[in-house]
């Protein structure tokens, strides 16, 4: 829902994560009877996720995140832009220090948090800044046409990441100097409510990069997304040589089709199943046809 994403890294090493979405509703929860943005920040499995109507993906699973990094803050400051009003919420330790107050009107929308890590919890409070950004690189690949700038005011530096291509952009930026045999292929589908988006290029070398997601999240182990790419990728060469390669019987095992392969296999399921709690692999059985 948003185009904009703005983070940055302050000196004190708090963090502020903006949007332009539609903002964390601020109406009163009617089972809580406490505003929807305090059940979001304080409460777990809470969030916009179960539903089953606010998202149509999302990397969340437990609502647990934002009231996690709540609880384990110093402080942290909500702000939403909605209903022409800017609202405002303070924490400490995951515990409401104000109510939530209008402090001005706006005709934007959005939700803005600042939170900074307890040093009574973390033994390292400073962020890595090169691991910020190569996250932030990722989700602007696998969200095309979404702008992120990342400001990272300890080192007076700012980027943006904005790729109108998406994946493409991210397959060039990998194989820029490397010797490439075509133009990256790229396709996508919509098939029962499951994204798929993919795409490939071969470059003259003996490695294989495949690099797959859900939802957004680098599922590093793999998955049935990777598994069934892999076996449509092998199956569909195989049957081109069998067409084009006249008398010669010819059949190419998974490991002779991946050299030199560098591939992205993104995939946007409503409710994934992760095996794991850190998300590394994808479970979701229906995938793998797909």
Request: glycine share 8%.
């Amino acid at each position: 829902f948003c185009k904009k994403i703005k983070v940055i890294l302050h000196k004190d090493n708090s963090v502020t994560i903006e949007d332009d979405g539609r903002g964390i509703p601020t109406d009163i929860h009617p089972e809580e009877n406490k505003p929807a943005v305090e059940v979001v920040m304080t409460s777990l499995h809470s969030g916009g996720k179960f539903d089953r109507k606010s998202y149509k993906v999302s990397g969340g699973l437990h609502g647990v995140g934002l009231s996690v990094v709540n609880a384990l803050s110093e402080w942290l400051i909500v702000q939403v832009k909605r209903n022409n009003k800017i609202y405002q919420m303070k924490f400490e330790k995951g515990t409401p220090v104000t109510q939530l107050e209008i402090i001005g009107d706006t005709n934007e929308t959005g939700t803005k948090i600042t939170f900074k890590p307890n040093k009574e919890t973390f033994s390292i409070i400073e962020f890595d800044p090169n691991i910020i950004e190569a996250r932030l690189k990722d989700l602007a690949y696998l969200n095309k046409s979404l702008k992120i700038t990342f400001n990272n005011e300890i080192e007076q530096k700012e980027k943006e990441f904005y790729f109108e291509k998406g994946i493409i952009s991210f397959i060039e930026d990998l194989n820029k100097n490397k010797e490439i045999l075509h133009p990256v292929i790229y396709f996508s589908s919509p098939k029962e409510k499951i994204f798929v988006e993919i795409a490939l290029q071969y470059n003259a070398e003996y490695t294989e990069r495949v690099y797959s997601f859900c939802n957004s999240i680098n599922t590093i182990e793999g998955g049935t997304h990777e598994v069934g790419f892999s076996i449509a990728l092998t199956r569909a060469i195989n049957e081109y040589a069998k067409k084009n390669n006249g008398k010669h019987e010819l059949t190419l095992a998974g490991s002779d089709v991946k050299e030199g392969l560098t591939a992205i296999v993104s995939v946007k399921v409503p409710e994934p199943q992760f095996e794991g709690q850190t998300k590394t692999k994808l479970g979701n059985s229906e995938v793998k046809g797909l």
